[in-house]
């Protein structure tokens, strides 16, 4: 069966202290990684999608990572809009899986 | 502008009754989904639809029914059959093909049984 994992599930940051984000996942037939952020009481938006070992995204101060078994999602220099959960999702054929998500704050 | 919309937005349902989710895309996607969500969990894919007139059952469809008769349209019903129905609902769409882990998500709608 294919599995998602995130950790770590919660996650408190002080503005400016950098950190990650892991998803490990075992799946047969990897199509590609994705990563969301869900602000409370919203859809998730998308952010990234990652299909091979090695490669790397950024946007702003995230920056996403994967290798042939997990993926990071690097925060750098957070600041308090960065405050949302992060969701991770593998694709198998048509269907993604999800993991249950990174719930990240960034205080002031 | 293009994006998703499910309504209502919130909902309480009496045990026993069925109710219906809608979701409406103007984003000209061929493939569009449910979503359940509940605290603590991954988000659980219930139906979807890569063209209109057919879908399939997702990981946890029982006591759930869709209809895809337009594109723009996929709507949600929730039976009495389903056992726990109290859950935070989410219809997406993508483009289908290579794009379909890129999900536009709409805002959701919470159901509460009461």
């Known amino acids: 069966e294919d599995q998602v994992t995130q950790s770590p599930e919660a996650l408190r940051l002080q503005e400016g202290e950098s950190s990650s984000l892991n998803c490990s996942y075992t799946?047969?037939?990897?199509?590609?990684l994705f990563w969301y952020r869900q602000d409370p009481g919203k859809g998730p938006e998308f952010l990234f999608t990652?299909?091979?070992a090695g490669e790397e995204k950024e946007k702003e101060r995230l920056k996403a990572t994967l290798t042939k078994k997990e993926s990071f999602l690097h925060i750098t220099a957070p600041k308090p809009e960065d405050s949302a959960t992060y969701l991770c999702?593998?694709?198998?054929?048509?269907?993604?899986?999800f993991g249950a998500g990174t719930t990240v704050t960034v205080r002031a | 502008d293009g994006g998703i919309t499910q309504s209502p937005k919130y909902l309480f349902r009496k045990e026993g009754q069925n109710v219906t989710l809608s979701c409406e895309q103007n984003?000209?996607?061929?493939?569009m989904y449910w979503y359940r969500q509940d605290p603590g969990q991954g988000l659980r894919l219930i139906y979807y639809?890569?063209?209109?007139?057919?879908?399939q059952k997702g990981d946890i469809a029982e006591g759930y029914s869709v209809s895809r008769e337009k594109k723009e349209s996929f709507p949600l019903t929730v039976t009495s059959a389903q056992k726990n129905p109290t859950a935070f609902y989410l219809c997406?769409?993508?483009?289908?093909?290579?794009?379909?882990?890129?999900?536009?998500f709409g805002e959701g709608s919470r159901l509460t049984v009461l």
């Open positions: 997406a769409s993508s483009q289908g093909d290579r794009n379909t882990g890129e999900l536009f």
């Open positions: 799946v047969s037939g990897l199509r590609g």
């Open positions: 990652l299909y091979s």
């Open positions: 999702a593998v694709q198998v054929e048509y269907k993604l899986s």
């Open positions: 984003l000209n996607h061929d493939a």
């Open positions: 639809s890569q063209i209109v007139n057919d879908f």
